[in-house]
Structure formats: C-alpha cells, structure tokens
C-alpha cells in the first residue's frame, strides 16, 4: 500500500511513524475528528502487513494517524491528557503504537 513500507516488508527492517490523512491510499479509516477524545480507529493490510491507526488525541486537535509494518494495535493503555471542558486531567484510552513514536 505505502511504497517505503512495502519496500521494508522483510522482518530485519521495521518502521512506524506518523503519516499525514491524504497519504492514505483510500485506506478505509472512519473519521474520528467529531468524536471524543481518545477514540481510534485502525486498518489492518494483510497483503503488505502494514498497519493503519487513526487517534484522537484531544479535542482541540487534529486527529494523529500512525503507520507501521512492525508495531501493531496490540492493545489499549490508559494516559492522562489535559481536557479544556472539564479543567482537569482525564484518562484516556491511547493505542499502544502511539508509545513507539514518541
């Protein structure tokens, strides 16, 4: 699907990143800018094992998409984010792939 990825599909060479929306490839990713904060959604290629997340991170902010050939969804982990409407630190859901890109 993605060429640079595609090009590292053998298991020494692994990537994860963030991509931009328009980079997608139609890949069919829900748009989750109108939902809460922490929600995702993720796509999985199996001809290429390349991995799509889409998160929100917060609400003030564009939706974060991540790719990777190595990391995948896994699981979910609780973080604390700042939230503008209630003031306040809040737990929310973040898929484990994110923690690889920072």
Sequence with gaps: MLPL???YANPVIG???TIYANRLMKCPLSDIAK?????YDYAYDSSS???FVCWMD????KPVTLVS??????STMKVC???NATKSEVEI???FIVSFTI
């Design 35 to 39: 939902l809460k904060q922490g929600a």
């Design 15 to 17: 990537g994860t990143g």
């Design 5 to 7: 990825l595609d090009s």
């Design 69 to 74: 050939n190595c990391n995948g969804m896994l």
């Design 58 to 61: 917060s609400m003030d902010s």
């Design 49 to 51: 094992h390349i991995e």
């Design 93 to 95: 859901d973040q898929p």
């Design 81 to 83: 984010h700042w939230s």
